[in-house]
């Protein structure tokens, strides 16, 4: 056990989920990190990385590892863009993720929620699973938090929310998780993107909505 520890190193022990609205995409994360997957070694880190004005990704996994993919990531698009003269596509960063993922599949033990908006989609969310595989959804979740909340977010989601309703559901949904998994938690990290730009929302563990059996 205490190899398998050593191992893994630190983990996200996360949940983390993504979620578009009109007109915008707002992606979300709790704040705790695991040494081992069992001992929390952090409550504040901020699972939600911007690698480009309007492109966020999440991470879950191996927190080393999905911080190099990310860093990596980040330093292309950039140069992508300066060659560009334009800003990247989301699909593009979701695209290099899946392909630093891929190419390293056995090496690496991450994965990633990348949510932006352009003006050729708009809004969109992709999911780059471990080992490489892309999709697109309007909303997604993930994590060891979110096993907890897959009935919550199907019977909840519905398409063309407003921001305020956006906003609600993905913080009752990070606050169910945080309450029930015992490797999420902290505090909730909120970003909400739109044509206009990103705003970060930072809410506390004791502002969190409280749910009956709290």
């Not at 704040?31 to 879950?60: D, P, W, Y």
């Not at 913080?171 to 490797?183: C, E, K, P, Q, S």
Request: hydrophobic share 40%.
């Amino acid at each position: 056990m205490e190899h398998d520890a050593a191992v893994r190193g630190v983990s996200t022990g996360t949940t983390i989920m993504a979620v578009t609205f009109d007109g915008g995409v707002i992606i979300g994360s709790d704040s705790r990190a695991t040494m081992g997957g069992e001992t929390v070694s952090s409550k504040t880190i901020n699972k939600l990385v911007q690698v480009h004005q309007r492109i966020f990704c999440c991470m879950a996994g191996s927190l080393a590892d999905a911080q190099a993919v990310l860093k990596t990531a980040s330093f292309q698009l950039n140069l992508h863009s300066v060659q560009m003269e334009a800003p990247p596509r989301v699909i593009a960063a979701a695209s290099l993720l899946r392909k630093l993922c891929y190419h390293n599949k056995d090496e690496l033990q991450a994965g990633f929620i990348t949510a932006g908006w352009d003006p050729q989609k708009g809004p969109q969310v992709y999911v780059v699973s471990l080992g490489g595989m892309l999709i697109s959804q309007p909303f997604t979740i993930a994590g060891s938090g979110s096993t907890y909340i897959y009935g919550y977010t199907d019977a909840k989601y519905r398409p063309h929310m407003t921001r305020e309703e956006g906003l609600q559901f993905v913080t009752n949904a990070l606050a169910l998780a945080m309450g029930r998994d015992n490797v999420s938690g902290g505090v909730a990290h909120l970003v909400v993107i739109t044509e206009e730009g990103a705003e970060h929302v930072v809410i506390p563990g004791n502002k969190l909505p409280k749910f009956h059996d709290e």
